[in-house]
């Protein structure tokens, strides 16, 4: 039996071992219980602060960046198909539609400033993300990847390579037009004025309702979910703008349950209980007697009877809680 | 009740196991008649273990946490079956009951082996189980009881709601399990010191039978991948694929070194290798899927200790192989000569290809890891890689194919070769020619993926004409397994260059064409499923004016989970698939639909099923009974 023979046999077991200390030693690197990516699209973008390429002072956050259409393009200077995409990115920019922001993945800021110079910079900001750590938030595990986030933070799309003038107007395209529809923006500023609500920003969601009553006019429910925060700010009182938006909520729709429930208030509000009790009727008319809206009117309508002081604070605070949509 | 039997059959499966292990150690030579009825009383407890799993999943009884995790009331029977292996800790259940079930049936029909040999087989099955058993009962207890049962479960995740998902698992597992087998008999041939035509005969069956239920696993995932993940793709080259796809190359490679070994005593330590190689990748991929160390939208929940443990138990278990082979393999090393031109030739050369395959996919799903751990920066590693290594191993395995069956063993002549290859030459060169030109516009590796598969057919053929389609059964299994090669390969290359997609907004009544198909959307109404609720689309098909099929697409929203999918609505056709998702409404009132048309993907699972098809009529051809020589020579060897 020859050395060489011997020798032969004994390189899978080699092999194997070195394998086994890869393993094992990137096991223990391997973030505590990390899960696998979910699918993204339908979900929250993650919530991030990077450092901006150019200005690296200056970080960005996620959050700067809600109520405005944006696209990420995740890119690395050391990946190839990334500078295929170049034509297919400017062409996205230039468009105009939505901004676009580059994402440095698992890249250093010194060799993608290089590799923006060197070719050509599509982008408005390119973030920072040199550990990879935000771009695997958003699922990314190679490049290029680009997505499409809505107004509200909600990832709409996800394209995994480069992207092609087939895919933007196949696929890109059209979803920006789709997102910019009345309906879809009105969708996306009350969900992005719920978060801004949750999180206590009233000023901000104020805001959110603007714009999204502004995309869509004719949405009572809309007005009065502007008018139900506008009220909450101003301590719960609906005089002012909070009452013109329920009136013009009732001229588009007499019947609406938040809008009667809301005018009642206000008619409570200025003492005239007359008028909220006929509101608050007709508003419970329209409801399914076992909805909980129907016991809480029903509530308020008792005390009204009852003529206690406090009445008018509680039907103020029910009729113009936050609203849910 | 039902936990307390449950955990006992565990825990007697685990003492089979471990007395299963022990016996060949044991020294009286009468001890070894207890390996058979020790190896089916393992695979009776671990069957009756997974049987009060799956049995606690259709009663839904949410006193076991796995069920409060992955199932609820609303759930449908077959969805609850495959619930009781969604999780980290039902699928490893699962993979033991399958150990054990091969176990249980190799001691079946190893009734008339040498005892020592089957004692020997049956302890390093023993010993891999109680492994596995072990790791169950201390670390990845299926059975773990709540104390307060939670009134619903949580229901099953809903990507995993598919037919496909109901019996993919078990064959992969099967598949993976399986490979056991060739591996602890390779094992018991490296303590022997034998592995000649009666290792190969034995040890052949086994590993078709496994390397069958992998196909066919790999094959459901696929196919789960292309309705469920909505992109219309089959393939995305994700690190849990690869992890199915590296013991598959391995098996592969080792059924076809096996034939040699039987027929000529030619390849024994090179097949040997293959077979502990093939466990080793199987047990890889049990390691990479529930370990962490790569990210993949297929793994399970990730625990980088059980990862720990699971990378011992491999370790162990394969290393000990490997240094076994080191020490004994070179001594055995006995080949009987052939020609340069010969039919073990081209089955080194297939070897070498499809282990080089096995490594190249090892080497682009793992060098991410090392690069990193060198700090040498990230690297993605995509479908490009593994699409040109496939390429370029696979094109020359494939023109080996065609030539390998029709080549003599020992020493072929190369005019009669030629003369038998002419022929098939001349028809799949021109067949592909006309075949690219009529397909129009394809990518130059769809023509050399259409070239081969006509290769492999026309050598099929001409083969199948020259015998007139005599031959013994694991030829006639070889040949349609071939031919499954084949039509995979076709579906594949056209699947890659052909189908279109498009977006379209459409409203009631409207059509929309694509690829000469008409689309018609005839309404979206909502539905309710068992555990969902629906927006449903009708569309029409029609051709010529002729509704000739309607497609259902739905979104989902799962009640209980509150997660929104997408159904997509998939009319298969032999030659294209009408794909269709049904996306947003838009405020006009018109729908966002996303229309596709695939090309030949049908023939990718036809393929398979061919492959499988073939593998079980080869395996069905093995000879089960010892012949009288052979069973007193391994004796006397023993």
């Given at each position: 039996?020859?050395?060489?023979?011997?020798?032969?046999?004994?390189?899978?077991?080699?092999?194997?071992?070195?394998?086994?200390?890869?393993?094992?030693?990137?096991?223990?690197?391997?973030?505590?219980?990390?899960?696998?990516?979910?699918?993204?699209?339908?979900?929250?973008?993650?919530?991030?602060?990077?450092?901006?390429?150019?200005?690296?002072?200056?970080?960005?956050?996620?959050?700067?960046?809600?109520?405005?259409?944006?696209?990420?393009?995740?890119?690395?200077?050391?990946?190839?198909?990334?500078?295929?995409?170049?034509?297919?990115?400017?062409?996205?920019?230039?468009?105009?539609?939505?901004?676009?922001?580059?994402?440095?993945?698992?890249?250093?800021?010194?060799?993608?400033?290089?590799?923006?110079?060197?070719?050509?910079?599509?982008?408005?900001?390119?973030?920072?993300?040199?550990?990879?750590?935000?771009?695997?938030?958003?699922?990314?595990?190679?490049?290029?990847?680009?997505?499409?986030?809505?107004?509200?933070?909600?990832?709409?799309?996800?394209?995994?390579?480069?992207?092609?003038?087939?895919?933007?107007?196949?696929?890109?395209?059209?979803?920006?037009?789709?997102?910019?529809?009345?309906?879809?923006?009105?969708?996306?500023?009350?969900?992005?004025?719920?978060?801004?609500?949750?999180?206590?920003?009233?000023?901000?969601?104020?805001?959110?309702?603007?714009?999204?009553?502004?995309?869509?006019?004719?949405?009572?429910?809309?007005?009065?979910?502007?008018?139900?925060?506008?009220?909450?700010?101003?301590?719960?009182?609906?005089?002012?703008?909070?009452?013109?938006?329920?009136?013009?909520?009732?001229?588009?729709?007499?019947?609406?349950?938040?809008?009667?429930?809301?005018?009642?208030?206000?008619?409570?509000?200025?003492?005239?209980?007359?008028?909220?009790?006929?509101?608050?009727?007709?508003?419970?008319?329209?409801?399914?007697?076992?909805?909980?809206?129907?016991?809480?009117?029903?509530?308020?309508?008792?005390?009204?009877?009852?003529?206690?002081?406090?009445?008018?604070?509680?039907?103020?605070?029910?009729?113009?809680?936050?609203?849910?949509? | 009740?039902?936990?307390?039997?449950?955990?006992?059959?565990?825990?007697?499966?685990?003492?089979?196991?471990?007395?299963?292990?022990?016996?060949?150690?044991?020294?009286?030579?009468?001890?070894?008649?207890?390996?058979r009825p020790l190896a089916a009383l393992m695979g009776l407890c671990a069957t009756l273990a997974l049987a009060c799993l799956a049995g606690a999943f259709v009663r839904n009884d949410t006193g076991f946490q796995l069920v409060a995790l992955h199932s609820s009331a609303?759930?449908?029977?077959?969805?609850?079956?495959?619930?009781?292996?969604?999780?980290?800790?039902?699928?490893?259940?699962?993979?033991?009951?399958?150990?054990?079930?091969?176990?249980?049936?190799?001691?079946?029909?190893?009734?008339?082996?040498?005892?020592?040999?089957?004692?020997?087989?049956?302890?390093?099955?023993?010993?891999?189980?109680?492994?596995?058993?072990?790791?169950?009962?201390?670390?990845?207890?299926?059975?773990?009881?709540?104390?307060?049962?939670?009134?619903?479960?949580?229901?099953?995740?809903?990507?995993?709601?598919?037919?496909?998902?109901?019996?993919?698992?078990?064959?992969?597992?099967?598949?993976?399990?399986?490979?056991?087998?060739?591996?602890?008999?390779?094992?018991?041939?490296?303590?022997?010191?034998?592995?000649?035509?009666?290792?190969?005969?034995?040890?052949?069956?086994?590993?078709?039978?496994?390397?069958?239920?992998?196909?066919?696993?790999?094959?459901?995932?696929?196919?789960?991948?292309?309705?469920?993940?909505?992109?219309?793709?089959?393939?995305?080259?994700?690190?849990?694929?690869?992890?199915?796809?590296?013991?598959?190359?391995?098996?592969?490679?080792?059924?076809?070194?096996?034939?040699?070994?039987?027929?000529?005593?030619?390849?024994?330590?090179?097949?040997?290798?293959?077979?502990?190689?093939?466990?080793?990748?199987?047990?890889?991929?049990?390691?990479?899927?529930?370990?962490?160390?790569?990210?993949?939208?297929?793994?399970?929940?990730?625990?980088?200790?059980?990862?720990?443990?699971?990378?011992?138990?491999?370790?162990?278990?394969?290393?000990?192989?490997?240094?076994?082979?080191?020490?004994?393999?070179?001594?055995?090393?006995?080949?009987?000569?052939?020609?340069?031109?010969?039919?073990?030739?081209?089955?080194?050369?297939?070897?070498?290809?499809?282990?080089?395959?096995?490594?190249?996919?090892?080497?682009?799903?793992?060098?991410?890891?090392?690069?990193?751990?060198?700090?040498?920066?990230?690297?993605?590693?995509?479908?490009?890689?593994?699409?040109?290594?496939?390429?370029?191993?696979?094109?020359?395995?494939?023109?080996?194919?065609?030539?390998?069956?029709?080549?003599?063993?020992?020493?072929?002549?190369?005019?009669?070769?030629?003369?038998?290859?002419?022929?098939?030459?001349?028809?799949?060169?021109?067949?592909?020619?006309?075949?690219?030109?009529?397909?129009?516009?394809?990518?130059?590796?769809?023509?050399?993926?259409?070239?081969?598969?006509?290769?492999?057919?026309?050598?099929?053929?001409?083969?199948?004409?020259?015998?007139?389609?005599?031959?013994?059964?694991?030829?006639?299994?070889?040949?349609?397994?071939?031919?499954?090669?084949?039509?995979?390969?076709?579906?594949?290359?056209?699947?890659?260059?052909?189908?279109?997609?498009?977006?379209?907004?459409?409203?009631?009544?409207?059509?929309?064409?694509?690829?000469?198909?008409?689309?018609?959307?005839?309404?979206?109404?909502?539905?309710?499923?068992?555990?969902?609720?629906?927006?449903?689309?009708?569309?029409?098909?029609?051709?010529?004016?002729?509704?000739?099929?309607?497609?259902?697409?739905?979104?989902?929203?799962?009640?209980?989970?509150?997660?929104?999918?997408?159904?997509?609505?998939?009319?298969?056709?032999?030659?294209?698939?009408?794909?269709?998702?049904?996306?947003?409404?838009?405020?006009?009132?018109?729908?966002?639909?996303?229309?596709?048309?695939?090309?030949?993907?049908?023939?990718?699972?036809?393929?398979?099923?061919?492959?499988?098809?073939?593998?079980?009529?080869?395996?069905?051809?093995?000879?089960?009974?010892?012949?009288?020589?052979?069973?007193?020579?391994?004796?006397?060897?023993?």
């Amino acid at each position: 039996m020859s050395r060489r023979v011997r020798a032969a046999h004994v390189v899978p077991l080699a092999t194997f071992a070195l394998l086994c200390v890869l393993l094992g030693t990137s096991l223990r690197r391997s973030p505590q219980g990390a899960a696998a990516p979910e699918p993204i699209v339908g979900r929250s973008a993650p919530a991030f602060a990077l450092a901006r390429l150019h200005e690296p002072g200056a970080l960005l956050q996620g959050s700067d960046l809600l109520g405005q259409v944006w696209i990420l393009n995740a890119w690395a200077s050391w990946c190839g198909p990334c500078r295929e995409e170049l034509p297919a990115l400017h062409a996205l920019a230039k468009a105009g539609r939505a901004p676009l922001y580059g994402l440095a993945f698992k890249d250093a800021p010194q060799d993608s400033r290089d590799w923006l110079a060197r070719n050509s910079n599509p982008y408005v900001q390119t973030l920072v993300d040199t550990q990879g750590r935000t771009g695997e938030a958003f699922g990314v595990q190679g490049v290029p990847v680009t997505f499409v986030i809505d107004r509200d933070g909600t990832v709409q799309l996800r394209h995994d390579g480069a992207l092609t003038p087939q895919v933007l107007r196949t696929r890109i395209e059209p979803l920006l037009q789709a997102l910019d529809a009345p309906a879809a923006q009105a969708r996306a500023w009350s969900a992005l004025a719920r978060r801004w609500m949750s999180q206590g920003q009233l000023d901000r969601a104020v805001d959110a309702l603007r714009h999204a009553s502004a995309a869509q006019p004719e949405d009572a429910m809309l007005l009065c979910d502007l008018a139900g925060v506008l009220a909450a700010r101003n301590g719960n009182r609906l005089e002012g703008e909070p009452a013109a938006l329920v009136e013009r909520a009732l001229r588009v729709d007499p019947d609406h349950v938040q809008a009667l429930s809301l005018a009642g208030a206000h008619a409570l509000e200025r003492g005239d209980d007359a008028l909220a009790q006929r509101h608050w009727m007709r508003a419970l008319a329209r409801l399914d007697a076992n909805a909980p809206a129907a016991a809480m009117l029903r509530e308020n309508l008792a005390r009204l009877r009852g003529r206690t002081a406090a009445s008018a604070q509680a039907a103020a605070t029910t009729a113009g809680s936050p609203p849910a949509r | 009740m039902n936990a307390l039997l449950a955990h006992a059959s565990l825990v007697l499966a685990l003492a089979f196991a471990l007395a299963l292990a022990a016996v060949p150690m044991a020294a009286p030579a009468r001890w070894l008649k207890l390996a058979r009825p020790l190896a089916a009383l393992m695979g009776l407890c671990a069957t009756l273990a997974l049987a009060c799993l799956a049995g606690a999943f259709v009663r839904n009884d949410t006193g076991f946490q796995l069920v409060a995790l992955h199932s609820s009331a609303s759930l449908p029977v077959a969805y609850r079956v495959a619930g009781a292996w969604a999780s980290h800790e039902g699928s490893l259940l699962l993979w033991f009951a399958a150990l054990a079930l091969w176990t249980a049936a190799l001691a079946r029909s190893g009734r008339e082996w040498p005892p020592v040999l089957l004692a020997r087989t049956l302890g390093v099955l023993g010993g891999i189980g109680a492994a596995f058993a072990l790791f169950l009962l201390l670390a990845s207890d299926p059975f773990t009881q709540l104390a307060q049962p939670p009134a619903a479960g949580r229901d099953l995740n809903p990507l995993l709601q598919h037919p496909a998902m109901v019996a993919h698992p078990p064959l992969l597992t099967l598949g993976y399990a399986g490979l056991a087998l060739p591996f602890a008999l390779a094992v018991a041939a490296l303590i022997g010191g034998e592995a000649g035509p009666d290792w190969a005969r034995r040890t052949r069956r086994w590993a078709t039978l496994a390397w069958c239920c992998l196909t066919l696993g790999i094959a459901l995932g696929s196919v789960w991948a292309y309705d469920v993940l909505g992109w219309g793709g089959w393939w995305f080259w994700d690190p849990v694929e690869n992890a199915s796809f590296m013991p598959w190359l391995c098996a592969t490679a080792l059924i076809h070194s096996l034939a040699a070994v039987e027929r000529r005593g030619a390849l024994g330590t090179t097949s040997l290798l293959l077979a502990l190689l093939g466990f080793g990748f199987s047990l890889l991929g049990t390691f990479l899927v529930r370990s962490g160390v790569l990210s993949s939208v297929h793994a399970f929940a990730n625990d980088p200790q059980r990862g720990l443990a699971l990378l011992v138990l491999m370790a162990l278990v394969v290393g000990a192989a490997l240094a076994l082979h080191a020490l004994r393999a070179p001594a055995m090393t006995r080949s009987a000569p052939f020609s340069l031109l010969s039919r073990e030739s081209a089955l080194v050369a297939n070897n070498v290809l499809l282990l080089g395959a096995a490594i190249a996919v090892l080497a682009g799903t793992l060098c991410p890891l090392l690069l990193e751990r060198l700090d040498l920066g990230p690297v993605a590693v995509g479908a490009p890689y593994f699409d040109a290594a496939m390429a370029a191993l696979m094109t020359p395995m494939a023109f080996l194919m065609g030539i390998g069956p029709l080549a003599r063993w020992g020493r072929a002549e190369l005019p009669s070769l030629a003369r038998r290859l002419r022929a098939a030459a001349l028809v799949s060169v021109l067949a592909s020619v006309a075949v690219a030109w009529a397909a129009g516009h394809v990518g130059w590796l769809a023509v050399l993926g259409i070239a081969v598969s006509l290769w492999i057919a026309s050598t099929l053929l001409s083969d199948t004409l020259r015998t007139r389609g005599r031959g013994a059964r694991a030829v006639q299994g070889m040949r349609i397994a071939h031919l499954g090669v084949a039509v995979f390969a076709l579906g594949a290359s056209l699947a890659k260059s052909g189908g279109e997609e498009r977006e379209v907004a459409m409203r009631v009544n409207e059509r929309a064409t694509l690829a000469g198909e008409s689309f018609v959307l005839r309404g979206v109404a909502p539905v309710a499923g068992a555990n969902y609720d629906a927006l449903q689309a009708v569309i029409d098909i029609e051709r010529d004016g002729r509704v000739v099929g309607q497609l259902q697409p739905q979104r989902r929203l799962y009640r209980l989970r509150q997660v929104a999918t997408t159904e997509a609505a998939i009319e298969r056709g032999l030659v294209r698939d009408l794909y269709v998702s049904l996306g947003d409404p838009l405020d006009d009132g018109r729908w966002l639909l996303r229309l596709q048309v695939k090309r030949f993907i049908g023939w990718i699972w036809a393929g398979c099923l061919l492959m499988a098809l073939g593998g079980a009529v080869a395996a069905s051809g093995v000879r089960t009974r010892e012949p009288q020589r052979a069973s007193q020579a391994g004796e006397a060897r023993a």
